[in-house]
């Protein structure tokens, strides 16, 4: 049998870091990363942050049966692994409705998926499923020496999905410092899927990074569910030696060569001045934030139980922008929680208008199986949820059309990412960042830079762009240069 995978992400950035490590890891080990109908074994990484997320991956088992088993190509032995959030639910009870489902991991699991998708491979008979807890961060198998492997596909069909972005090339690296949430927040699932939070060794942290930049990476992103309680785990000062998150983006952004650091996600209630002040004094570390918000009502914010209110928020922003003027904030947003009434969701209103996020990503709220809230009264009608997204959504437009049309004419750095999919008559667009996080639609040749502009050799330039015009979401702009 031919050792060949494909793997569908579904959710956030720690999801499509986890994707990668497993595509690595499976090419250590001789297996081949290829498109989805010529594999053997589909791996689908899933997430229950979002509407419906079993059905989602229910119809994507479903697709993948009907397509290569029933009426399909026909698939011999057509293997699946199903892990992420979903898996770390459902467990066995994915085995009985898919028989071809054949190994369920859940995140402390996924350091031992490449060990067993081995053995499926060699015993066709065999079911797996590693959904244990750990009590420790499971330090996973270095395969950082191999090289990039193929983009990990990321999507999510919600509109307004937080984007995961696709580690396609080794400029841009997601780094893990942690696992797992101790919050427990009335509307979130993470800390029973994920587990209680465990934070990795600084030196384990550091050695990836490093390795990271020496493989040419520019950015690196720290990622966790809550990188603000980094080392505040149970046991997690013996663990990282006393060092907390500001300590460990000192060390992060010392590295030689790295040129911008960002990290995600963090908790308003326990950013540390110390974390704060390092945006005004680390020159690498970017001048973006995001910072979820969920409510602007402090009677709201108290029923979710996210331990701050909106004073204490509003001092952060204040504090986040003496530290660095330029800073662009986002946030995440839920409208119709339980208990919300018209005065709690203009207060939300307010808050959009008084920190003046550059975007957020909202949703409304539903009940989920396991959480808090779902015993909270009373809920908030639908038609009257969806009535105030959309008011939202439409302030959260205005404001970010505003941001964005503020930067036209200046000049920016742009790391290069993908050929845009705007691609005029004899011009060549490249789409890249710029060190907010945002999307910039770079037409190339028109600067001094002297690259080649029609090849893939750009993938992780840097390069020096000035902006013609603000869009909807994202920038236009020309190049100009090399930004030194
Ligand atoms: S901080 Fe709250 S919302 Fe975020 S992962 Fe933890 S429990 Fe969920």
């Known amino acids: 049998m031919d050792k060949t995978f494909h793997i569908v992400t579904f959710g956030c950035q720690m999801n499509v870091g986890d994707s990668d490590w497993l595509a690595r890891a499976l090419i250590s080990r001789g297996w081949r990363q290829v498109p989805e109908e010529d594999a053997w074994l589909f791996v689908v990484n899933t997430c229950s942050v ?275 003027p330029d800073i662009a904030l986002t946030t995440d947003l839920i409208v119709g929680f339980p208990g919300e009434t018209e005065e709690d969701f203009v207060q939300t209103l307010e808050m959009m208008e008084l920190v003046r996020f550059e975007s957020s990503f909202s949703f409304r709220y539903s009940d989920r199986p396991g959480v808090a809230s779902l015993r909270l009264r009373p809920k908030v009608p639908d038609e009257v949820g969806q009535e105030r997204l959309l008011r939202l959504q439409s302030l959260q437009n205005g404001i970010t059309k505003e941001s964005l049309k503020a930067l036209e004419g200046c000049e920016t750095d742009v790391l290069l990412e993908a050929p845009s999919r705007r691609q005029d008559e004899g011009a060549h667009f490249w789409r890249g960042r710029d060190a907010g996080g945002r999307v910039v639609n770079v037409r190339m040749g028109t600067g001094l830079s002297g690259l080649d502009h029609s090849g893939a050799s750009l993938c992780g330039r840097m390069v020096r762009a000035r902006i013609l015009e603000a869009k909807n979401h994202s920038l236009l702009g020309e190049e100009v240069g090399l930004p030194w």
């Open 50 to 324: 979002r509407d419906k997320p079993e059905q989602k991956v229910y119809s994507e088992l479903g697709r993948l049966a009907s397509a290569y088993t029933r009426g399909g190509k026909g698939k011999p032995g057509l293997t699946a692994a199903v892990g992420g959030c979903v898996a770390q639910q459902i467990g066995r009870g994915f085995f009985e409705r898919f028989p071809f489902v054949r190994l369920v991991f859940g995140s402390d699991g996924i350091a031992g998926a490449p060990d067993a998708l081995d053995r499926l491979a060699d015993d066709p008979g065999e079911r797996i499923a590693l959904l244990d807890f750990l009590t420790a961060y499971p330090e996973r198998e270095d395969v950082l020496t191999l090289s990039t492997p193929a983009p990990v596909p990321a999507f999510d069909a919600d509109a307004g999905e937080p984007e995961a972005v696709a580690e396609g090339h080794p400029a841009q690296a997601f780094v893990n410092i942690m696992q797992g949430c101790d919050n427990f927040c009335a509307y979130c699932i993470v800390p029973y899927t994920r587990g209680r939070q465990k934070s990795r060794a600084p030196g384990a942290v550091l050695a990836e990074c490093r390795t990271r930049v020496e493989q040419g990476a520019r950015e690196i992103t720290l990622l966790g569910q809550n990188v603000n309680s980094y080392g505040l785990d149970s046991g997690g000062a013996n663990v990282t030696g006393g060092v907390g998150f500001a300590g460990l983006l000192r060390q992060v952004a010392a590295i030689p060569g790295l040129l911008r650091l960002r990290f995600t996600t963090s908790h308003p209630k326990d950013i540390d001045p110390a974390v704060i002040r390092a945006f005004g004094e680390l020159e690498n570390l970017c001048p973006a934030l995001h910072l979820p918000l969920q409510a602007g009502s402090d009677a709201v914010l108290k029923r979710m139980g996210r331990k701050y209110d909106r004073a204490r928020y509003l001092g952060i922003v204040e504090a986040l922008r003496q530290a660095r």
